[in-house]
């Protein structure tokens, strides 16, 4: 397992000419995907990010993930982790739109399940699920088992097992898509507030099609373009990080909106 702490003066995620092709076996050639993608997200010690990746479908944002998540690996070019060439042993979690609980666990022990697999005493992983169960609000719950929780019940139990298997960066890939509108409202404030309160040192890099979702949470916007996948605008969005749904009627959150519409439709 990596020590962030050595690697602190590094990059935490960089992406160096990176392309992605697949081959299509009807044209019998390669489909270029993501075509000499280069970012990197700098490191902000005690202040942690939020980045939020915008793009049509299509355009490789979750690919992204995945190859930070190390799930995929792409055609060409280099993935690095704090400096690092990304490998097995650099473990960073990802949080898909689909439901990823264990169902014959409960939700203790879906929080506390990657800390097993790290052989953590059950005592000492008890004790920081437990903690964690109170920060993303499901005490009450610990005991129940994912049949038994709501869509926006069974995300919580899935981001709150993700901090507890890494505390320095987190992938969500539109993991409030399945939502429905009022569940998915509650669960960006969710987002939002634990954010702001427990999550200062994290980065987190949350792939949506929804751009007023985007704006509300992102500190920083990546647009992709596509045919082939590429950084085509990144925004900066100058909002404090204490957020509320007021400030979406707010004319500076809607002229982000409308800003973001015109680059993707351009």
């Excluded at 980045?51 to 944002?61: A, D, N, Q, T």
């Excluded at 596509?226 to 605008?233: F, L, S």
Aim: glycine letters at 6%; aromatic letters at 10%.
């Amino acid at each position: 397992m990596v020590d962030w702490r050595e690697c602190i003066m590094q990059d935490i995620i960089e992406l160096k000419n990176v392309t992605q092709f697949y081959y299509n076996a009807k044209t019998k050639q390669n489909d270029l995907i993501i075509q000499d993608l280069n970012f990197k997200i700098d490191d902000k010690p005690g202040q942690g990010q939020f980045v939020v990746i915008l793009g049509r479908s299509g355009c490789g944002k979750s690919t992204v993930l995945k190859y930070i998540a190390g799930l995929q690996k792409p055609s060409f070019g280099e993935i690095l982790i704090y400096g690092k060439l990304k490998t097995k042993d650099i473990k960073i979690s990802m949080i898909f739109q689909k439901y990823s609980s264990y169902p014959w666990l409960t939700v203790i022990e879906n929080i506390e399940f990657g800390l097993k697999l790290a052989n953590i005493p059950k005592e000492e992983r008890r004790k920081q699920a437990m903690k964690m169960v109170e920060v993303v609000g499901l005490s009450g719950h610990e005991f129940k088992f994912p049949a038994e929780l709501s869509g926006g019940q069974q995300q919580r139990v899935a981001i709150a097992r993700s901090l507890l298997c890494n505390s320095s960066i987190l992938l969500m890939d539109e993991p409030f898509g399945a939502l429905d509108v009022y569940t998915r409202l509650k669960m960006q404030d969710f987002l939002a507030d634990i954010w702001k309160k427990a999550l200062k040192d994290m980065t987190i890099i949350f792939v949506t099609h929804d751009i007023p979702e985007a704006v509300y949470l992102g500190d920083e916007i990546w647009i992709m373009g596509a045919n082939p996948g590429r950084i085509i605008d990144k925004i900066h969005i100058d909002i404090p990080i204490d957020r509320a749904k007021e400030m979406k009627r707010t004319k500076q959150f809607t002229d982000y909106v409308y800003y973001i519409e015109d680059k993707l439709n351009c």
